[in-house]
């Protein structure tokens, strides 16, 4: 089982749609939480750290769930500049984990 | 601040040449990270530094080396290039562990 998971993807929607993303970790020890986006041939730029409390920027809502091991990424009033890659992470001890993302395709 | 930046951008190399990627950043942070992103996978750690002379394996190490002379400075070599390593090499560096910030990557294709 790979350590982070995420949804396959493609989604594609259409401009103004609500889009949500998910994210299944499989270790408990994991300390920390992220989503990244990576646009193409980009490299990946932090979106948002995750907390338990749930944050919000804007457009876009984390929340997680630790006894469920769970991130999600709630993206509102979908923009054309919103289609990339979306990257869940999570720290453990030293280093960082990778999902393999989720490609979002905003269609005018 | 120019950030994270890496050298060369794009490489060439036949099988079994040798190599070394350069990634500098001049934020002054302690951690340093290489991973290789392949098609249809996440980035996956080759190597990482938590200090200027220290460097540590990450989940994919095999065929590389690395060193941190310098704080600044991250040099990622692989001594005898194969087909597997061909990929795109992202170089980052972390303040705190608790955000990373990413060069512009290297594509390097091994023939």
């Known amino acids: 089982r790979k350590e982070v998971e995420q949804d396959p993807g493609p989604f594609n929607v259409p401009e103004g749609a609500t889009v949500a993303f998910n994210c299944t970790y499989s270790n408990s020890a994991s300390q920390s939480f992220f989503w990244y986006r990576q646009d193409c041939r980009k490299e990946p730029k932090l979106l948002m750290s995750?907390?338990?409390s749930g944050n919000e920027d804007g457009r876009f809502t984390a929340q997680l769930n630790r006894a469920s091991q769970y991130i999600s990424l709630l993206i509102r009033d979908s923009k054309l500049s919103d289609s990339a890659t979306y990257l869940c992470v999570v720290r453990l001890g030293q280093n960082f984990v990778f999902g393999p993302g989720t490609r979002l395709s905003v269609l005018p | 601040n120019a950030g994270v930046t890496q050298t060369p951008k794009f490489r060439v190399l036949k099988t079994g040449q040798s190599m070394t990627l350069l990634c500098a950043q001049d934020m002054n942070h302690e951690y340093m990270y290489w991973y290789r992103q392949d098609p249809g996978m996440g980035l996956r750690l080759i190597h990482y530094s938590v200090g200027e002379g220290t460097t540590a394996k990450g989940e994919v190490p095999d065929g590389y080396n690395v060193s941190r002379l310098k704080k600044q400075n991250f040099l990622l070599g692989l001594e005898s290039a194969a087909p597997s390593q061909t990929s795109v090499y992202f170089c980052a560096s972390s303040p705190d562990r608790d955000r990373e910030f990413f060069g512009p990557g290297t594509r390097l294709t091994v023939l």
């Open positions: 995750v907390y338990s």
